[in-house]
């Protein structure tokens, strides 16, 4: 996969030696060419100076081949905007947006724009909002063997019901954070664009449910 990040501070950086240590190709964009220097000596990925909503600057990034875009610079407004260029220029379908202020946090949750505040950040809730197979456990029972845990899933899941993936996972999804709210899953509810799925599992399980959630649905397996 190819991911392109905006702001190459301390998150960005950090975002940018995660991603390539698993693997994906990572295009790092800055206004500050200094701002490349957080970057180890061994970042293989391609720097590009400028404004990262500027659409040629994307372009030079990779944006049209890009399957995730994390807007993370210092500011509110630029990475709003640039999240949307994102999405309705070029297509990205997984793009996340840092924002300071928390209440305006929900505010762009409701545009579609998957956010996380700065006073709850961590690399961590970023990379679940790019990669599909990323898994945070959130809590642990006293024992150690019942985990709830945040996990995304693959877009093809996108318009399936929820029971769909549940049967295919074998598993039960507590709960849905979607638009910034809570969401208890019915019969008839259907997965949509930036829902993050919260889980109830054996620890020991987890690696095999995110593999399922990660892949696309089979043919003919939909709920529609």
């Not at 209440?103 to 990379?127: F, H, K, N, S």
């Not at 642990?140 to 093809?156: F, K, M, N």
Request: glycine share 10%.
């Amino acid at each position: 996969m190819h991911i392109v990040i905006m702001g190459c501070g301390r998150v960005g950086s950090t975002l940018a030696h995660i991603l390539e240590d698993h693997g994906h190709s990572v295009s790092v964009i800055d206004q500050d060419a200094e701002a490349f220097r957080k970057l180890r000596p061994g970042f293989r990925g391609s720097k590009v100076t400028g404004i990262g909503f500027d659409r040629d600057v994307l372009i030079e990034a990779g944006i049209e081949k890009a399957h995730a875009f994390a807007a993370v610079s210092s500011g509110d407004n630029s990475n709003v905007i640039a999240a949307r260029v994102a999405r309705e220029s070029f297509g990205v379908q997984r793009v996340a947006a840092r924002i300071y202020d928390p209440r305006r946090a929900e505010v762009y949750q409701r545009l579609g724009i998957p956010t996380v505040a700065t006073v709850r950040w961590t690399a961590d809730q970023m990379l679940r909002r790019l990669l599909p197979e990323s898994v945070a456990t959130l809590w642990r029972d006293p024992t150690g063997s019942l985990v709830l845990a945040e996990l995304g899933c693959c877009d093809d899941w996108l318009g399936e019901k929820v029971s769909a993936l549940e049967a295919k996972a074998d598993t039960r999804i507590a709960f849905i954070s979607r638009l910034g709210e809570a969401l208890l899953p019915g019969p008839g509810t259907v997965l949509q664009q930036g829902d993050v799925l919260h889980v109830m599992a054996k620890e020991e399980d987890l690696k095999q449910i995110a593999s399922v959630f990660s892949k696309p649905a089979a043919p003919g397996k939909g709920s529609h």
